[in-house]
């Protein structure tokens, strides 16, 4: 039984990334505008991603944390945040989290937008400023995340990644 975790949605977690993202959790696989209306960058496009309000959370992994991803609104919306999931009525919760290599967010700011949660090892609250497109907000959960413990790192590059893909 493909649904057996629940009755309602198609999935319980989806993990999207992006071109863009914003403040609101909206994400942009479309592409980047350009001041004429044409395009300085074409991404894959929404690739199916409408589905996603099928599923009851889902996660924005960036590989990258800079400026021109982490933006103050995207350029266009493949996937909506949180806050359009409620003003539409959408099944379901939208994005939980924002997760980049500098730090993680969550939607506990203001008007449930994105809040500073999570710093990963190396990296300040400064720098995660400095590199995002938004003013940050930090949320009250605000936590410095440990490096991965060596048993950890053995489970994901043995057990998960055992060809390497995720260490290029």
Request: aromatic residues 10%.
């Amino acid at each position: 039984r493909w649904r057996s975790t629940n009755k309602y949605f198609f999935a319980d977690k989806f993990f999207v990334g992006g071109i863009q993202v914003d403040k609101h959790g909206n994400v942009n696989l479309i592409g980047v505008g350009s001041p004429d209306g044409g395009w300085r960058f074409r991404g894959p496009g929404s690739v199916g991603i409408n589905d996603v309000t099928t599923v009851r959370d889902a996660f924005v992994f960036m590989t990258a944390h800079d400026r021109q991803r982490c933006v103050e609104q995207v350029d266009f919306v493949s996937m909506p945040g949180p806050r359009t999931y409620r003003e539409k009525d959408l099944a379901g919760n939208g994005p939980q989290f924002i997760v980049t290599p500098r730090a993680v967010f969550d939607f506990s700011g203001p008007d449930r937008t994105a809040a500073l949660v999570g710093l990963f090892p190396g990296h300040t609250e400064d720098e995660v400023a400095e590199n995002t497109g938004w003013e940050i907000v930090r949320s009250p959960h605000l936590a410095h995340h440990e490096a991965p413990s060596r048993r950890e790192l053995d489970v994901l590059r043995n057990e998960i990644d055992r060809k390497g893909v995720l260490q290029r």
